[in-house]
């Protein structure tokens, strides 16, 4: 299990975090030229929309499954399940082919039973018993910093956006609606036991309004 703390921070602010942090972290070695890279998921939810509720009602254990690439790159993508006990995570996550990721945003489980895969296996679970479907995207553009100590990860996702009535992860004109004001932006901290010092200092030396907030929920609202 990981911590996951969240926070809401001013926009304008960024440049000043980010070099911070990359004097005291390594820069994630995905970003590109411009020190980051684009996230797209597609968050799948079952015909009770349990995961969105769940969070809404503030039920401290859940569970979220989702398809996620990066920076458009369609051949390199991951079924994920990300269960939540409070402020602690625990992701699980695996790659999965084209052809896999298209049956699953098809909704038909056909076969996967078969899969080596546990978590895929655990996917066509909810499926068949739960009628999960893949419900919306939600896109946003990632700074990222890594330390060894504590594994700890410090993101910044700014410009969250959520496709509208298009569930196609591999679209790259799907219309998108702004999920948050592009003024603010949303810094996580991650690790394992114990978060080092250093950075938890680096990180409160700007002002960030601690939040629970979810980025499945912000986007999800359009569309459900």
Do not use: W
Not at 9 to 24: G, T, Y
Not at 27 to 48: L, N, T
Request: aromatic share 8%; net charge neutral; charged share 30%.
């Amino acid at each position: 299990m990981r911590h996951e703390l969240k926070y809401i921070i001013d926009s304008a602010d960024i440049p000043a975090i980010a070099n911070k942090l990359s004097r005291i972290m390594n820069v994630d070695e995905h970003s590109d030229a411009g020190g980051g890279y684009r996230v797209r998921s597609v968050y799948f939810d079952d015909e009770y929309r349990r995961a969105y509720f769940d969070k809404v009602s503030g039920i401290y254990d859940r569970d979220k499954y989702r398809i996620r690439l990066y920076n458009d790159d369609g051949d390199n993508l991951f079924l994920e399940r990300k269960s939540k006990h409070g402020d602690a995570t625990d992701k699980t996550s695996v790659k999965i082919s084209r052809k896999l990721a298209k049956t699953l945003l098809s909704g038909d489980a056909t076969g996967i039973e078969m899969s080596n895969s546990q978590l895929v296996r655990q996917m066509y679970m909810e499926m068949t018993l739960h009628r999960l479907s893949p419900v919306v995207i939600v896109d946003y553009d990632r700074q990222a910093f890594a330390h060894p100590g504590g594994n700890t990860r410090v993101t910044i996702d700014r410009h969250v956006r959520s496709g509208l009535d298009n569930v196609d992860i591999f679209d790259k004109d799907i219309l998108c609606v702004d999920a948050m004001d592009r003024s603010t932006a949303i810094l996580e901290v991650k690790y394992d036991e114990m978060l080092p010092d250093f950075i938890a200092a680096a990180v409160s030396a700007f002002p960030a309004v601690r939040s629970a907030l979810s980025k499945y929920i912000m986007c999800a609202r359009f569309v459900i």
